[in-house]
């Protein structure tokens, strides 16, 4: 197992351009309700998967809903492995390496691919996707298995952007929660990785 390391939360950089705001408030309040002690207990065990980057940069591949809650939640330091150090390559180098390894996915909250250059240097940055919302909250209420698949979650939120009219889910997101989890099951979606039938 990799030796898990600490560093301050704002230093840690994404790898995507969006993240789920209703998924991170309720890992927000999950924080939140933590003492100090089980809030840390929790983040190690929890760990951030890191890849080192130019000019020694560390940039997450996973769990950043977790990241920008616990950013919300003003923890300070989080826990983290590391998964690959590229920080002797160029940028251009380096974003070839991350898409070689689906560690990079700059998909915006239409489903549009961006240039690496858009990512934003800070999970503050990281603009509201609710569809990565619903897909998290289907996947949480059994609608699909999590996998080791890499960026699912984008597979998933993709497929009900295209089935489940975007006023529909601001306008009622439990019946759009509802909508998800039956589509989820359905024929429709047997080909998506953590597809449970």
């Not at 560690?103 to 990565?132: A, C, M, N, Q, S």
Request: glycine letters at 6%; hydrophobic letters at 40%; one cysteine or more.
């Amino acid at each position: 197992m990799p030796k898990l390391k600490r560093a301050p939360i704002k230093s840690l950089r994404p790898t995507q351009l969006t993240v789920g705001m209703l998924e991170v408030e309720v890992k927000r309040k999950r924080l939140a309700s933590l003492s100090p002690t089980a809030r840390e207990a929790f983040l190690q065990a929890h760990p951030m998967p890191v890849v080192i980057g130019p000019e020694e940069c560390l940039y997450i591949t996973d769990h950043h809903h977790l990241a920008r809650a616990a950013l919300e939640a003003r923890v300070r330091d989080a826990w983290f492995t590391i998964e690959a150090d590229f920080s002797s390559y160029g940028a251009r180098k380096f974003w070839l390496k991350m898409t070689e390894h689906s560690w990079v996915h700059p998909l915006d909250e239409h489903g549009v691919r961006h240039d690496y250059r858009f990512i934003p240097r800070h999970l503050k940055k990281l603009t509201d996707d609710i569809y990565r919302s619903l897909a998290g909250f289907v996947r949480d209420a059994g609608g699909f298995e999590k996998t080791g698949a890499a960026f699912v979650e984008f597979i998933w939120a993709d497929f009900f952007r295209r089935n489940i009219a975007i006023e529909d889910v601001r306008a009622n997101f439990r019946q759009a929660l509802r909508d998800g989890k039956r589509l989820a099951r359905s024929p429709l979606a047997k080909r998506i990785p953590g597809f449970t039938g």
